[in-house]
């Protein structure tokens, strides 16, 4: 049998500032520190270009999130920030448990000043979200509700991507459709089953 991972583990990110970050992603996300950790002299695994590191978590995982500050000799300060195009990490996503925590975060970091980037539906997925960016540039996406894969293991048809106002976003609508379009579409494979 072919090995397979059985989900994502975690993300790493490179920060100027440990404590702002963790501040950023504990005030708006609910994540906690774990630990942090410096590398001092230690020049061994991480510690060959890592100056600290940070774990922080959503639930009883050690970390889901691992934030480092880099040697001075390696990154300075001064070091560009996170690309708004280009190689390397995209984005960093969450989920959120319902629609109301999802308008909520979204008003408290507007509120907050947090750069906002967009809020969108459709798309692979279908779920709706915001994105928005980090103290370092990162983009972060947020969404409830994203699709899941049948038993067949094909995704669903989905919406085409467009920009909304997730503040006034009639999720229960989006819920409705969703379900109707899925319940149309379990029709068709069991008259293609049983035809």
């Not at 975690?10 to 906690?32: A, C, E, N, Q, W």
Request: some cysteine; aromatic content about 10%; charged content about 30%.
């Amino acid at each position: 049998m072919k090995p397979r991972v059985t989900k994502l583990g975690h993300v790493g990110l490179t920060v100027r500032d440990i404590d702002r970050t963790i501040d950023f992603y504990s005030k708006y996300l609910g994540m906690r520190l774990t630990e942090k950790f410096e590398y001092e002299e230690v020049r061994l695994g991480h510690g060959v270009a890592v100056q600290a590191g940070a774990f922080i978590r959503c639930d009883t995982t050690h970390h889901e999130l691992s934030i480092f500050k880099m040697r001075k000799d390696i990154l300075p300060d001064d070091a560009p920030g996170a690309p708004r195009y280009g190689y390397g990490l995209h984005h960093v996503a969450f989920e959120l448990g319902s629609p109301e925590d999802l308008k909520g975060l979204y008003t408290q970091m507007r509120d907050d000043g947090v750069e906002i980037v967009n809020c969108r539906k459709g798309g692979p997925g279908n779920q709706p979200r915001f994105y928005a960016r980090d103290p370092d540039g990162n983009l972060l996406e947020f969404y409830w509700g994203i699709d899941q894969v049948g038993w067949d293991g094909a995704s669903r048809p989905y919406d085409p991507i467009e920009e909304i106002d997730i503040l006034s976003f009639d999720f229960e609508a989006y819920v409705e459709t969703r379900e109707i379009n899925a319940a149309e579409a379990r029709k068709t494979i069991r008259s293609g089953i049983n035809g």
